[in-house]
């Protein structure tokens, strides 16, 4: 602070005061465990035995997580889960600001019920979804009793089904969010270029796809990106979804980390496998943004 007069150095150091116990949480709670995990994941850790316990053993976590069967399901369940519900979810919530951004019928009524399961308790929604896709859960009985199937879908045991609902209650929580943030960018469009497009004989149709999709593709890549990163760390839907103990067929990577730290007590490996997950998901961040010039509007 030399140089600084009396003044200056009196609102630094009051600035400094505020951001002290931000900084300090963030070293607490963000940084130190971090730099905590980066060692783990070389390390194994006998946890009865305290911090005497950690043994370094390289490179050995990660090397055992390449013939690691239900590392190698969780991944692709992870994958299968970001591949599917985040263009679903950007698509449908696109659709109904589309519809709700014009002068429909109680339209904020209806915002108002697409935006409530974003804002409602995932362990609420997901015994929700369990209720409903139970062997005797209203789904099965409206298939048994209004298409005729002969018996209703193991769709909580199959490993072939046990992924649609964590797929769609995934998708149905995060539309409403997706669907204000587009109805935000759908109003700062100038309504000149609608008319101009009117005026010279653009369908609806033509001005939705030629005009309103590419000027609001800005905030479709914020949404992708931000949308992808929630479903790689999708949690609590799976975990309540499969009754606490997951198969292979919904594990997600993130549900694997949880198990192999506090139900396993694998510590290290534990951490080999989040700073997987981290290098993956900052990866696709990355390639994300690469392409971005290709089809983004700026």
């Known amino acids: ?24 949480i963030f070293l607490v709670l963000v940084l130190l465990p971090l730099l905590f995990s980066g060692y783990l994941a070389f390390t194994s850790w006998d946890f ?11 490179l050995k976590n990660f090397v055992k997580l ?3 069967k239900n590392f190698n399901f969780a991944l692709k ?7 599917t519900s985040v263009p679903l979810t950007l698509l449908i919530s696109l659709m109904f600001a589309y519809f709700l951004n014009g002068r429909v019928f109680f339209s904020k009524i209806m915002r108002t019920f697409v935006f409530i399961p974003y804002i409602s308790n995932m362990v609420a929604l997901a015994l929700l ?12 009985s409206i298939l048994v009793n209004t298409f005729g199937m002969k018996e209703g879908l193991k769709w909580m045991s199959s490993n072939d089904l046990n992924k649609i609902p964590i797929i769609l209650l995934s998708t149905w929580a995060a539309i409403g969010y997706s669907m204000i943030v587009y109805m935000a960018a759908m109003q700062g469009i100038s309504e000149s270029l609608y008319e101009a ?7 609806p149709r033509q001005i939705f796809w030629r005009i309103t999709v590419p000027l609001i593709s800005p905030t479709t890549f914020f949404l992708m990106i931000i949308r992808m990163i929630a479903v790689f760390k999708i949690f609590t839907s799976v975990k309540v979804m499969s009754g606490h103990v997951s198969s292979r067929g919904n594990i997600s990577l993130i549900v694997k980390i949880y ?21 993956i ?3 696709a961040t990355l390639l994300q943004f690469w392409g971005k010039k290709r089809w983004v509007n700026e």
């Open 197 to 203: 497009a009117a005026i010279d004989g653009a369908s």
């Open 259 to 279: 198990d192999d730290a506090f139900g396993n007590y694998k510590f290290g490996y534990a951490s080999a496998e989040a700073w997987v997950l981290f290098i």
């Open 129 to 140: 979804f369990r209720c409903l896709f139970r062997s005797d859960g209203i789904i099965n």
């Open 281 to 283: 998901i900052f990866a």
């Open 48 to 58: 009865a035995s305290g911090f005497k316990g950690i043994q370094w053993i390289g």
């Open 66 to 68: 390449r013939t690691d």
């Open 1 to 24: 602070m030399a140089g600084m007069s009396r003044t200056a150095k009196k609102e630094a150091a009051q600035a400094y005061l505020f951001l002290g116990p931000a900084l300090l």
């Open 77 to 83: 369940n992870t994958f299968i889960y970001t591949l």
